[in-house]
């Protein structure tokens, strides 16, 4: 199966918009980043608009979309109910922010409510790709590194927002090493539990091809072997121990300006 780069944008920016978004509401709890906060929201917003557009282009006839909206336990809709349920949360969030004393508060209960809406977005996406028929995707540790994803990338990117305008860093040090960590975690479980998967495919002799009728089924172990090198250098070593390190030496030296992209 050929990568599908248009959803692989799409979950990529949409995880990393939830979690901007979640992490300057999470510090918003407890007042921190008040420059940042309409900074952040922004660059939130302009990330979801990004992923919403690369999503358009998987679709051959985009002007279908809402046909697939047929009912509530469909994926694809479940997907599109969170999207809507955080932008209204956003714009609420960004209503409260304006109308504050300082253009930059707004009340705890909306910043929690803000912080599980992303949450569950990245939860409810992640879910639309565990298919039953491809075993390798089956699996909740999936779910866990798209949200591992959102831990990692939100609070390195507010991380560098705060340096950009000026904020205090202090608060932002331990979000972007835990959740660097989160998805470091999830990475190497999620690769590992790929790297499993190849024994969990049936192993079928030959194709029902009338005119092939003795060319031998795709080998899974083979396949999965040849993709170990991508997965582990790629997903966890740069996608996951590096934005670590540059995590951790980000909240060391203080210096987000220039370990913020690294880990990003």
């Not at 990393?16 to 980043?33: I, K, M, N, P, V």
């Not at 969030?93 to 977005?121: I, Q």
């Not at 990692?152 to 927002?161: I, N, S």
Request: hydrophobic share 60%; glycine share 10%; aromatic share 10%.
């Amino acid at each position: 199966m050929e990568l599908q780069w248009p959803l692989i944008l799409f979950t990529t920016f949409v995880a990393w918009s939830a979690g901007l978004f979640g992490t300057q509401a999470l510090l918003a709890t407890g007042g921190h980043a008040k420059r940042s906060q309409l900074p952040a929201w922004v660059a939130s917003a302009a990330l979801l608009a990004v992923g919403g557009v690369a999503v358009f282009f998987h679709l051959e006839h985009w002007e279908r979309i809402f046909n697939g909206f047929g009912h509530l336990t469909s994926g694809i809709t479940q997907e599109f109910v969170a999207i809507v349920v955080l932008a209204v949360v956003a714009v609420a969030y960004l209503a409260a922010m304006r109308r504050s004393d300082d253009g930059a508060t707004a009340p705890k209960w909306l910043c929690w409510a803000a912080v599980a809406v992303c949450a569950v977005l990245v939860a409810a996406m992640a879910h639309f790709y565990t298919i039953a028929a491809r075993p390798a995707w089956d699996s909740a540790l999936w779910i866990l590194y798209v949200l591992g994803n959102a831990c990692a990338l939100g609070p390195c990117t507010m991380a560098l927002v705060m340096a950009a305008v000026g904020d205090d860093l202090a608060p932002i040090g331990p979000p972007a090493l835990a959740g660097a960590a989160v998805g470091l975690a999830a990475a190497v479980a999620f690769a590992a539990f790929l790297q499993a998967s190849g024994g969990s495919f049936a192993e079928v002799g030959y194709y029902f091809d009338p005119t092939r009728p003795t060319a031998g089924m795709a080998d899974a172990a083979s396949a999965v072997a040849a993709q170990a090198p991508l997965l582990w250098a790629g997903a966890v070593a740069v996608g996951g121990i590096l934005p670590l390190a540059a995590a951790l030496m980000g909240k060391r030296s203080g210096n987000w300006k220039v370990w913020g992209p690294v880990a990003i």
